[in-house]
C-alpha cells in the first residue's frame, strides 16, 4: 500500500531544499529565485505517484506546478537470458537489417520505378551483414566477461510529488478528497 502524507503549506518539508538555488530565466537571462516546493505526498512506487498528478489535472489544478522526484535511485539490471555465438550473429544482423531498412527507404527515394525494391532489398542485406559481422565481434570482445542478456533500469525507493509552496495547501486537499 502506498503513503500518502502532506505537509501543511508554509513549513519546510522533509527533503525540501530549504535554500533553493538560484536559476538562470531562459526568457529574459536574469537571475531568478525559485519558487520554493513542498512535497504533498509519498509514494513507494511511480505508478501512484503519477496517479496523484492525474487527479491534480482531473481537478483543474495547475500541473506545471507539480514534479514527481525519485529519491535514492538505484540501477537494477534484470537479465533475460545466455548469449551465444548464434545469438550474437542473429541480434547483430536483425539490428543492421533494421539500419538497412532506413537507409534504404532513404536512398530509394532518389530511384524510380521497380529499382525501388532492389535498391531497398540490397541494403537492408548489405545491413544485416555488417550488423551479424559487428555483432560477432562485439561478443568476441565481451564474450567471456558477459555471456548474458540484461536490460537495465533505474528505480526509486521512494517517490515524492512536490508542488510550489503557494499552491500546497490546494494539492494537500485534492488529494486528501481522492476521486
Known sequence: MTENTGTPAGHPAAGQDPAPHLA???ATGQTVQPVPREIVA??????????????????DF????????????????HVTGNMTWGKAAGFGALSG????????????????????FSVLLSTIALGAVWGLIFGLIAFAINGKARSFRSVQSLKASEYTVEVEAPRAAEAIGILAAGR
Do not use: C, K, M
Open 42 to 59: 509519498r509514494f513507494h512506487d511511480y505508478l501512484p505517484a503519477q496517479n496523484a498528478v492525474d487527479l491534480l489535472a482531473d481537478s
Open 24 to 26: 538562470q530565466s531562459p
Open 62 to 77: 495547475e500541473v506545471s506546478t507539480v514534479r514527481i522526484v525519485g529519491h535514492d535511485l538505484t540501477t537494477v539490471e
Open 97 to 116: 537489417a533494421w539500419i538497412g531498412l532506413l537507409l534504404g527507404l532513404v536512398f530509394a527515394l532518389f530511384v524510380a520505378g521497380i529499382g525501388f
